[in-house]
């Protein structure tokens, strides 16, 4: 079975600082891939950024770069000068190919970046 | 670019009805996801489909009920509404030769009175 866990329900953040959400995840499937969808209040899934579980590089997507440290099982999403559009739930996704595929959501991390 | 299109974006039923969510899948998109999202919850995954095949089921109830029609659209048929029911539901598609070409349409929100 494989698990998403965020452990930080709710940030604060600075606008035009950066900001780290945390994502770590659990599968033993060795092909994988991990995701980060932002979800503003309209409720639409925006896709942001990302990785597979092959790909050296950390993946990075403007403003979005993902922090990915395989031997720790974690994916944290780093945003750099946020803006008060960043305010939103984000969540950390994982797709495994032993488990059909699907998308794997953890609980989310509610973002509110102050003026 | 076409993006998946969900239909209704909004939906009110009394408990006991029946409700029909429809979506319309990226062409040439071969393989359609519908989740779930409570209140304050996160997407959970309901039931897919790959080539008008279901392929894999999550934690769908017996009431609920899918299927993917020849043209590619997909309907999440639910029966015997409960209140617990009310949820945003999410339909995604996604070609399987692109590891992360997951798109989601912009939800069917439910509510059951």
């Known amino acids: 079975a494989q698990k998403i866990t965020q452990t930080q329900p709710g940030m604060f953040v600075q606008e035009k600082e950066a900001v780290t959400l945390d994502c770590t995840y659990d599968?033993?499937?060795?092909?994988?891939?991990l995701f980060w969808y932002k979800q503003p209040s309209s409720g639409e899934m925006i896709f942001l950024i990302y990785q597979g579980s092959y790909d050296e590089q950390n993946a990075t997507e403007g403003r979005y770069s993902l922090n990915f440290q395989k031997a720790r099982k974690s994916a944290n999403l780093v945003i750099s000068a946020s803006q008060l559009g960043d305010s939103a739930m984000y969540f950390c996704a994982m797709r495994s190919r032993n488990a059909g595929n699907m998308l794997t959501f953890g609980g989310g991390t509610r973002l509110m970046v102050k003026p | 670019a076409a993006g998946v299109i969900q239909s209704p974006r909004h939906l009110i039923k009394e408990k006991r009805e029946t409700a029909t969510l429809k979506c319309y899948p990226i062409?040439?998109?071969?393989?359609v996801y519908w989740y779930q999202q409570g209140p304050g919850q996160d997407p959970q995954f309901l039931i897919s489909?790959?080539?008008?095949?279901?392929?894999d089921k999550g934690s769908i109830p017996d009431r609920f009920s899918a299927q993917q029609f020849s043209d590619y659209h997909s309907e999440l048929n639910m029966s015997s509404l409960e209140l617990g029911d009310s949820a945003l539901y999410f339909c995604?598609?996604?070609?399987?030769?692109?590891?992360?070409?997951?798109?989601f349409g912009s939800g069917t929100r439910l509510t059951v009175v």
């Open positions: 062409p040439r998109h071969d393989t």
């Open positions: 599968t033993s499937d060795q092909s994988y891939g």
């Open positions: 489909f790959y080539e008008k095949m279901q392929s």
């Open positions: 995604a598609s996604r070609d399987t030769g692109v590891d992360y070409g997951y798109t």
